[in-house]
């Protein structure tokens, strides 16, 4: 079994920033691509941001320039800097880290969620 913990959730001020963090423990053979999902109140969680295992990182359009998502991988740990912080990015920060298994296959498995508020 897989644990992840969030961490650097808060309340800020427009323009303001945050960094968030993730780490992984437990039954941990590889760790392939780590990213970080957001659901605002009332609306479909989306897609932030990924970071393969050894690939290029992958962003919504509208995070571009604003957020970075980076790995520790020796301590199994994402995280997400996010700069210039906007009202519409409050939501609920969702890590997720695809495990690879010993005899084959692999499992994603999702952080419990940090709220970011942002205020405008």
């Known amino acids: 079994q897989v644990q992840l913990v969030e961490s650097g959730g808060g309340l800020v001020q427009a323009g303001g920033s945050l960094r968030l963090s993730c780490a992984a423990s437990?039954?941990?053979?590889?760790?392939?691509?780590m990213g970080w999902t957001r659901q605002a109140p009332g609306k479909q969680r989306e897609w932030v941001a990924t970071?393969?295992?050894?690939?290029?990182?992958n962003y919504v359009d509208s995070m571009k320039g604003r957020f970075t998502i980076s790995r520790d991988n020796a301590k199994n740990t994402v995280y997400l800097q996010m700069n210039n912080l906007k009202h519409e990015d409050t939501a609920v920060y969702y890590c997720?880290?695809?495990?690879?298994?010993?005899?084959?296959?692999?499992?994603?498995?999702w952080g419990q969620g940090t709220q970011v508020t942002v205020s405008s």
């Open positions: 997720n880290v695809d495990v690879r298994a010993p005899g084959g296959g692999v499992y994603r498995y």
């Open positions: 437990g039954s941990i053979f590889i760790i392939d691509t």
């Open positions: 970071i393969p295992s050894g690939g290029a990182t």
